[in-house]
């Protein structure tokens, strides 16, 4: 017997795209039912590219008239893809807390991402992405995601009240499979490598959404993407309207790395902020593509073997030319970072109250790594920190604490002798 989820597959068809893109590129336009895949005409020139939203000429950066954060990002609509009617989906995203931490090296600020619905940055870009879905008709999405993504996809998709297809490998949290069957998505466990290419054969063959990247290297979604740029328009509003020196971002695909990038470029073409900050991708040592384009001064990045890492979720193979262009434009860096420095950068936050996914913490390893080096970050750095510890919180080899008997000897043993120093109290 057939149930309704199988009933909307079948009849599920991909609409045609109502918003323009172009090529980051060549300034290409695709056709209207191949905005997610990259550039063809790039593709036929030997090069790797991806599309973003083509700009309005009629449109400028709008401040909100308003401080309504109940919206989400959507307080930023008028500095977000249109769509028509009301198709602004939405968790409450946005808005989360910019931190300063006091260290020996100076004042740094955290942007805590974790504090979105579903606990990652990828809320922002799935909002943006429902909400187009949710506009253009489709009937059924898909995303190849084992972590932030998936979960992210799977709530935003259940609040549109659309289907979600989650596809992913082995390798998924118990945490996120729990959470992303309880919002209701269809999970499917293949094969790593394979997953790509059933998301592709699902958006060709059988129309879906791709909340997600499908080909190599990744190409994202461009309408999606606009979502971060949220982030760039929060952290100038919450510095008193101006830019930080510079955005330590943890980076993978790097569409987080080049929709904060997009957002504060909209602001300095319009005069809301009158610097423009460097962007700083952090990666993995054991992969680090964009890096490592870097460092070999590639025009068209190089896919890398790569290695297992702790910051799992950020440990890709590939990188886009979209990212090439975020760190030249933005006279940035391209860091790596050792699962070393990975540990240290989640010890050294969760010191200073911030429990963070591994990916988070090599936003703060870029920071020690950037100053041991000297790299000048300026004065106002900012990381972000993308998600919650809790996702991967098994990875880490936490020595489990000895059980007691219960006695006050036995629980005074076990104290460092420095809590047992009695303070002397004014009177």
């Not at 063809?40 to 991806?50: D, K, L, M, W």
């Not at 860091?335 to 200073?352: K, M, N, P, R, W």
């Amino acid at each position: 017997m057939k149930t309704r989820f199988d009933r909307v597959l079948e009849t599920a068809a991909l609409p045609a795209a109502s918003l323009r893109v172009r090529c980051v590129r060549c300034a290409a336009e695709p056709a209207e039912d191949a905005i997610f895949e990259g550039c063809h005409q790039c593709r036929r020139e030997g090069f790797r590219a991806n599309y973003e939203l083509a700009e309005d000429p009629h449109r400028t950066f709008a401040v909100p008239a308003q401080d309504d954060r109940a919206g989400g990002i959507w307080r930023w609509r008028e500095n977000l893809p249109p769509l028509p009617g009301n198709c602004e989906i939405t968790l409450g995203e946005g808005n989360t807390p910019l931190l300063a931490l006091e260290r020996a090296g100076g004042r740094i600020y955290l942007k805590d991402e974790s504090q979105n619905p579903t606990w990652s940055h990828k809320d922002r870009l799935c909002a943006v992405a429902a909400s187009h879905a949710a506009s253009t008709g489709a009937r059924v999405t898909v995303v190849s995601s084992s972590g932030n993504h998936a979960l992210s996809a799977a709530a935003y998709a259940a609040r549109a009240g659309l289907p979600c297809v989650v596809i992913t490998h082995e390798g998924m949290p118990a945490p996120v499979r729990s959470a992303v069957t309880a919002y209701g998505a269809h999970l499917v466990i293949v094969p790593g490598e394979r997953r790509w290419d059933l998301v592709e054969r699902s958006v060709h063959e059988l129309g879906w959404y791709p909340f997600s990247n499908f080909t190599a290297p990744a190409t994202g979604n461009p309408i999606a993407l606009e979502g971060y740029k949220t982030i760039a328009f929060e952290l100038a509003e919450q510095l008193g309207w101006k830019a930080p020196t510079s955005v330590i971002v943890p980076t993978g695909y790097a569409e987080a790395l080049c929709g904060i990038w997009r957002g504060f470029k909209e602001m300095h073409a319009a005069g809301t902020i009158a610097t423009l900050p460097k962007m700083i991708s952090v990666e993995p040592a054991v992969s680090a593509p964009l890096h490592n384009s870097i460092a070999q001064q590639l025009h068209d990045p190089a896919p890398v073997h790569g290695g297992k890492s702790l910051a799992s979720s950020i440990n890709v193979k590939v990188t886009s030319v979209h990212a090439l262009m975020t760190i030249e434009e933005s006279q940035g860096h391209a860091l790596a970072v050792s699962e070393t420095d990975i540990l240290t950068g989640h010890h050294e936050l969760a010191g200073h109250g911030f429990y963070v996914e591994n990916a988070s913490a090599t936003s703060y390893a870029g920071l020690l790594h950037a100053e041991a080096n000297g790299l000048d970050l300026g004065e106002d750095p900012v990381l972000i920190s993308t998600s919650t510890g809790i996702k991967d919180a098994t990875s880490r080899q936490n020595t489990p604490p000895s059980t007691l008997d219960g006695t006050w000897q036995t629980f005074l043993d076990t104290l460092p002798e420095q809590l047992l120093l009695r303070p002397a109290y004014n009177q």
